[in-house]
């Protein structure tokens, strides 16, 4: 079977940290660019961090550059999103999904998300 799996997320305090991971299976995610999107209630899906299939390229959005690393290990046929210095704006479910470039362009296979919640 296709999927995307993500897992990882939960409960954390600000300023705390949480690591995301999403897992293939049924496929390989070695040629495809990958990223990550969150959508908080009442907000549309943004794309959060992306990066390239094989050369490292990465991008990331304003709010969350500094704090969020994402990177792949392709071996182990998974995505990561470390995440840093959490701030109660990151609550979200963050989704990871097949993209068309680094930029986070084109968003086509999804996972089912993972919540997340930053909060005292």
């Known amino acids: 079977q296709v999927q995307l799996v993500e897992s990882g997320g939960g409960l954390v305090q600000p300023g705390g940290s949480l690591r995301l991971s999403c897992a293939a299976s049924?496929?390989?995610?070695?040629?495809?660019?990958t990223g990550w999107f969150r959508q908080a209630p009442g907000k549309e899906r943004e794309g959060v961090s992306c990066?390239?299939?094989?050369?490292?390229?990465?991008y990331y959005a304003d709010s969350v550059k500094g704090r969020f690393t994402i990177s792949r290990d392709n071996a182990k046929n998974t995505v990561y999103l470390q995440m840093n210095s959490l701030k109660p704006e990151d609550t979200a479910v963050y989704y990871c999904?097949?993209?068309?470039?680094?930029?986070?362009?084109?968003?086509?296979?999804w996972g089912r998300g993972t919540q997340v919640t930053v909060s005292s």
């Open positions: 999904a097949v993209v068309g470039s680094y930029y986070c362009t084109d968003p086509d296979y």
């Open positions: 049924g496929f390989t995610l070695e040629p495809y660019p």
């Open positions: 990066i390239s299939s094989s050369d490292g390229k990465t």
